[in-house]
């Protein structure tokens, strides 16, 4: 019987990263290993797992294992400063979209229609939409209009919390327990609402955390890069440039906040904008291989 730690010792000896084929695996996952909603974006993940220190990417032959430092149940924030610097994530959002678009373009096309859950109508849509607000996001940093704290984000935890409260309030009509989600739904909206009123105080409060998480991540990286030197993981001119990034964007945060806003109100819309971009043509190209096996069919039925 062959688990899955059999092949982590590694991991306490110096290795980044493990990566194990799922077919050397002879017994599942345990309930050990909790699914993780939110994690940096990686290439071909389709789930995510945490045990203590532990974190398991799952890909489609594989399961790729590292160790974080810091548990983010037991030490959230000292996770997020040391192992999921702000700057990474970035960094890291990017090279997936990037190489997710790439190799795309590698699939051949009927497995690629098969593999499809969205019709090309809904694609192109979705593509418009985020291509949509991408533009928004592109004139709220070039104008440095404040809606996007005082009425866009507000709207939106406003709007989720209604979705909540009218889920709760479904639920109760099939006789489900639903409770929940109509007091969490309130509290939402209730939140909202503050934000709108008190749009300043939050906008501080963001700036804050921000600052702590560049200036705490700096910190970390850079005191890596002087003691450990050439024995760090991610390798020493990565470490570097998180540390340097973090503390500049650190500086904007205290100095001018303002551009620090710009900069990061920017790069959402990049993300946003290279995403609805791939949504759009991705539906097109949906839309032409639908024609022409629609064609190919037609042809065959005639013959």
């Not at 996770?79 to 960094?91: E, F, G, R, Y």
Request: aromatic share 10%; net charge negative; proline share 4%.
């Amino acid at each position: 019987m062959s688990d899955i730690y059999e092949y982590l010792s590694a991991l306490h000896q110096g290795i980044w990263e493990v990566v194990i084929p799922k077919d050397l695996l002879t017994v599942p996952l345990g309930p050990e290993w909790k699914f993780s909603p939110i994690n940096v974006p990686s290439q071909e993940t389709i789930a995510s797992y945490r045990n203590g220190q532990y974190h398991l990417h799952e890909t489609k032959d594989e399961y790729r294992v590292h160790l974080d430092r810091y548990d983010p149940e037991k030490n959230p924030i000292l996770h997020l400063i040391d192992d999921a610097p702000l700057v990474l994530m970035i960094l890291e959002t990017l090279q997936t979209i990037y190489m997710t678009a790439r190799d795309a373009k590698k699939n051949p096309v009927p497995d690629f229609i098969k593999d499809q859950r969205l019709t090309w109508e809904f694609r192109i849509l979705l593509g418009v939409i985020m291509l949509s607000i991408s533009g928004i996001l592109v004139m709220i940093a070039l104008n440095q209009d404040n809606r996007l704290f005082s009425i866009l984000l507000p709207s939106i935890v406003f709007l989720t919390g209604a979705l909540i409260l009218a889920h709760g309030f479904f639920m109760g009509k099939r006789k489900e327990h639903s409770k929940k989600d109509i007091v969490n739904g309130f509290l939402i909206m209730i939140g909202g609402i503050i934000m709108a009123l008190l749009w300043e105080l939050y906008l501080l409060i963001i700036l804050l955390i921000l600052a702590i998480w560049f200036f705490g991540s700096a910190y970390v990286s850079l005191k890596r890069v002087i003691k450990d030197k050439k024995e760090i993981p991610q390798g020493l001119w990565l470490s570097l440039a998180m540390g340097v990034g973090s503390l500049l964007f650190g500086a904007l945060t205290i100095f001018v906040p303002d551009i620090l806003l710009e900069i990061l109100v920017g790069i959402m819309a990049v993300i946003v904008g290279i995403i609805g971009f791939g949504f759009l043509l991705d539906g097109y190209g949906l839309r032409n291989a639908e024609h022409l096996i629609q064609e190919q069919t037609e042809t065959k039925t005639i013959a």
